[in-house]
């Protein structure tokens, strides 16, 4: 996998920009082809997921994308949907195409109504900037950011396919199908349908194994449009894809809101995959996992407790447990009995700022991988004044 720079700007025939003022932004992005998409599961959806889905749905193409931060859009009823519409033609209109191969997002705060006509404004603003260079990409992704405190993208290059992506978002992240908001774009020459299919599978692999705080958002949402221009295998595009969207749901554990540490989960030994998923989720959702991580703390009975009340199939006496971090690796337990002797080099381990908890079931041979970060005090201070 070759690590390339410019984002999505690196795909040829995407363009991109931003435009911000205080906490609102507009991001723009242009390019033209097959399209897919997948949604949070939230009952509560906010407007331009539906008006997207619906896009989607008629024409299976995109030629353009309009995001925006500052209100989310969501629990808005009509007014909302016709807002997140009105977008859509705003964008429609600069690039000459139907309303309907166009994507609209938001995200920032539930239940407030857009205000359009600084929308309108910072529309003016960025499509004046629409351009494929390098700077193009982190622009647009600047311009959606919420509480996020870096930019999210990435581009690779994989046996002559590209695939590259920006992704936004740092809380309310427990994500049903989807992450907060994502674009992907790929030179490959695929179908709606084809390209559906992988997106679902490298989601499941990636954004639906990442977790900050458990809650999902109602904006959830992640597309994928392909130009077109290159024919390729189509096992090496969901490599690329795959790693792609990993490397995106890592950068967004690592900027977990208020986050001072990153850690993965790594589940083997799984009698089936649902299994090692269910662990593997449980052990990076849990709070007193997330805080003893936060505190150094290397109290692994609740790393065990959580892989207990996970709903996977589990033999405390075939158990395997360690962490692996700072060039270091400690076990705690080893089938099914406790390794005296191991807290201190646990605790080293554990003052980190990256750790892998290490969990082998003994009973089959399923694996997977979870993405989280630590819960600090900070997290408690953004949420507690979020509107304010």
């Known amino acids: ?227 077109g221009q290159v024919k390729c295998r189509l096992e090496d595009f969901s490599e690329a894809l795959r790693y792609v969207c990993i490397e995106l749901a890592r950068m967004m554990a690592k900027d977990g809101e208020g986050a001072s540490k990153y850690f993965e989960t790594k589940v083997t030994g799984a009698k089936s995959e649902r299994d090692a998923r269910l662990a593997a989720k449980a052990v990076a959702a849990s709070s007193l996992v997330k805080t003893a991580v936060f505190g150094a703390d290397p109290n692994w009975g609740r790393i065990i407790c959580a892989v207990g009340y996970s709903g996977a199939e589990m033999d405390p006496a075939k158990v395997t447990l360690g962490l692996e971090g700072k060039g270091q690796e400690v076990f705690m337990v080893k089938a099914g009995s406790i390794v005296e002797g191991a807290l201190e080099q646990a605790r080293e381990i554990m003052s980190g700022d990256s750790i892998t908890i290490k969990i082998d079931l003994g009973l089959g041979k399923a694996t997977a991988r979870g993405f989280g970060c630590d819960l600090t005090h900070e997290y408690v201070n953004i949420n507690a004044n979020y509107t304010t």
């Open 1 to 227: 996998m070759q690590m390339i720079d410019g984002g999505i700007c690196a795909v040829p025939g995407v363009r991109a920009s931003g435009a911000r003022q205080g906490k609102w932004g507009v991001a723009l992005i242009a390019a033209s082809g097959t399209a897919a998409g997948m949604f949070t599961t939230n009952k509560v959806r906010a407007a331009p997921l539906d008006v997207t889905a619906e896009h989607l749905a008629a024409t299976g193409r995109l030629e353009g994308v309009i995001a925006n931060s500052g209100c989310a859009n969501a629990f808005t009823g009509q007014r909302g949907l016709e807002d997140a519409r009105e977008m859509a033609r705003l964008l429609a209109g600069f690039l000459g195409t139907d309303e309907k191969k166009i994507a609209v997002a938001s995200t920032g705060v539930i239940g407030r109504y857009m205000d359009m006509e600084l929308v309108a404004k910072l529309f003016e603003d960025a499509k004046a900037k629409l351009r494929d260079d390098k700077g193009a990409s982190a622009e647009a992704a600047r311009a959606i950011m919420t509480t996020d405190t870096r930019v999210k993208e990435i581009a690779v290059e994989h046996k002559g396919v590209r695939v590259a992506g920006i992704v936004k978002g740092a809380g309310m992240i427990e994500p049903n199908v989807a992450t907060m908001l994502c674009f992907l774009y790929t030179d490959a020459d695929l179908t709606a349908e084809t390209l559906k299919g992988c997106l679902k599978d490298a989601v499941q692999d990636s954004f639906n194994m990442l977790t900050v705080d458990g809650d999902t958002s109602t904006n959830d949402a992640v597309l994928i449009t392909a130009t």
